[in-house]
Nanobody, 125 residues
Framework: QVQLVESGGGLVQPGGSLRLSCAAS????????MGWYRQAPGKQRELVAA???????NYADSVRGRFTISRDNARNTVYLQMNSLKPEDTAVYYC???????????????????WGQGTLVTVSS
């Protein structure tokens, strides 16, 4: 089964740090871009950061300078280092894999978009 599995969420005080991880599993041959989105209660899902297989990254204005996205292509894993966390960063964070080329059944290859199950980040004192 081809899927993304996230870890690393939790409760942290304002000004603290957390590191999220997301690993893709299954018979995967390539992933174009991987990224992190978040959705706060009552708000739409928004892009936090994304990174291409070549290492180019982009960030939402609200997190630039505080968050860092990185990627291990050999492990099909993406990370989000979050520093100087603020209460407004509280949300469910979702990992995304764009243009994932995977073998979904023997001899069948598909181009997929994948989402993780989400991990809750709560920033509160």
């Amino acid at each position: 089964q081809v899927q993304l599995v996230e870890s690393g969420g939790g409760l942290v005080q304002p000004g603290g740090s957390l590191r999220l991880s997301c690993a893709a599993s299954g018979r995967i041959f390539s992933i174009n871009a991987m990224g992190w989105y978040r959705q706060a209660p009552g708000k739409q899902r928004e892009l936090v950061a994304a990174i291409t297989s070549g290492g180019r990254s982009n960030y939402a204005d609200s997190v630039r300078g505080r968050f860092t996205i990185s990627r291990d292509n050999a492990r099909n894993t993406v990370y989000l280092q979050m520093n100087s966390l603020k209460p407004e960063d509280t949300a469910v964070y979702y990992c995304n894999g764009d243009r994932v080329v995977a073998e979904t059944s023997p001899g069948e290859y598909r181009n997929l978009e994948l989402w993780g199950q989400g991990t809750l980040v709560t920033v509160s004192s």
